[in-house]
Nanobody
Framework: QVQLVESGGGSVQAGGSLRLSCAASGYTDSINYMGWSRQAPGKEREGVAGIDSDGVASYADSVKGRFTISQDNAKNTLYLQMNSLKPEDTAIYYC??????????????????????????WGQGTQVTVSS
């Protein structure tokens, strides 16, 4: 089992920055992929960013150039640096991890596709609110 605990959410004005952290514990050696997803009120959950064990990162088009995903393997911690935040970034942000047969899929260009990534572990979520 893997446990995930997010921190770092909060309220910020448009154009501001926040850094989310996700501490993983338990059987972390089994993890092959980690990522961040978000869910805004009345909307489906969407993948925001993902990263594999080699550090290859993928981003949703809506956050490219503004968000950066990173990981500190020594600390078993995943990060999401969010810059130039917009009101439409307001959502609950979830940390997620994949192990075993779960993980990311690849598209026809052999790039990771967040839409078909399967996670089997989820954190409890942290609220991010961006005001205009």
């Amino acid at each position: 089992q893997v446990q995930l605990v997010e921190s770092g959410g909060g309220s910020v004005q448009a154009g501001g920055s926040l850094r989310l952290s996700c501490a993983a514990s338990g059987y972390t050696d089994s993890i092959n992929y980690m990522g961040w997803s978000r869910q805004a009120p009345g909307k489906e959950r969407e993948g925001v960013a993902g990263i594999d064990s080699d550090g290859v990162a993928s981003y949703a088009d809506s956050v490219k150039g503004r968000f950066t995903i990173s990981q500190d393997n020594a600390k078993n911690t995943l990060y999401l640096q969010m810059n130039s935040l917009k009101p439409e970034d307001t959502a609950i942000y979830y940390c997620a991890a994949a192990s075993g047969r779960h993980g990311p899929a690849r598209d026809s260009n052999n790039d990771y596709t967040l839409e078909r990534t399967e996670y089997n572990y989820w954190g409890q979520g942290t609220q991010v609110t961006v005001s205009s």
